[in-house]
């Protein structure tokens, strides 16, 4: 008995230590540090509010545009590219962070929700391409 705890230990040391090494949440980011974040780490920027709200207007710089609430939300998730950044953004951050969760879930490697969406970005708003 003696002799199998300290396999027990080593393993349950090991499994731990992979485990902690993998990135298992999403990053917050105020909504200042956006454009620095998109420049430096070339990050797609993902709106996921609404059609209805889309229409009211975007931040300047959105690339993808994936309603959240939507049933084909993570069918188009499916289709992005998992190694790349992406900074995600609704109207308060509480969509965002719940996208952002679903994203690293879906084994997307680095996902930035950006606190306070829309409503606290002091940015540019344009109408969605």
Known sequence: MMRIFPILALLTLTLWSCASSAQTAYKNAPVSELPKIKEEKKAIVIDVRTPAEWQQGVISGADLFMDYN????????????????????????????????????????????????????????????
């Not at 609704?90 to 929700?113: H, L, T, W």
């Open 70 to 129: 939507s049933p084909t939300f993570k069918q188009q998730l499916a289709k992005l590219d998992k190694s790349k950044t992406y900074i995600v953004y609704c109207r308060s951050g509480g969509r965002s962070a719940g996208a952002s969760q679903v994203m690293i879930d879906s084994g997307f490697k680095n996902v930035i929700n950006m606190q306070g969406g829309i409503s606290s970005w002091g940015g540019k708003i344009v109408s969605k391409p």
